[in-house]
């Protein structure tokens, strides 16, 4: 989860990764920040995001995106 949060932090510093839960619905991650995210989460984790999963709901808290994470390391 570290890795993660460092990732997003990365993007935007002023946000609360750990608690925001409306990232996608409250505007503060854009359509860059997806496509950003995904290619350093493809780099630092070893997964491949699948377009069927990159849903707003994935995307609204780090905690929703590190499941995404865990669940796609385990397939």
């Known amino acids: 989860m570290e890795q993660l949060l460092e990732i997003l932090s990365e993007l935007h510093p002023d ?3 750990e608690t ?3 990232l996608i619905d409250n ?3 854009d359509s ?3 496509v950003t995210i ?4 493809n ?3 070893d997964v491949s995001i699948p377009a069927e ?3 707003p709901e994935n995307f609204n808290s780090a905690k929703a995106l590190y499941a995404l994470v ?4 385990e397939e």
């Open 38 to 41: 995904v290619a350093e989460i």
């Open 27 to 29: 505007g503060i991650l």
């Open 53 to 55: 999963e990159l849903l």
């Open 70 to 73: 865990e669940r796609l390391m």
């Open 32 to 34: 860059f920040d997806i």
């Open 20 to 22: 925001e839960e409306h």
């Open 43 to 45: 780099g630092e984790f």
């Open 15 to 17: 946000v609360d990764f």
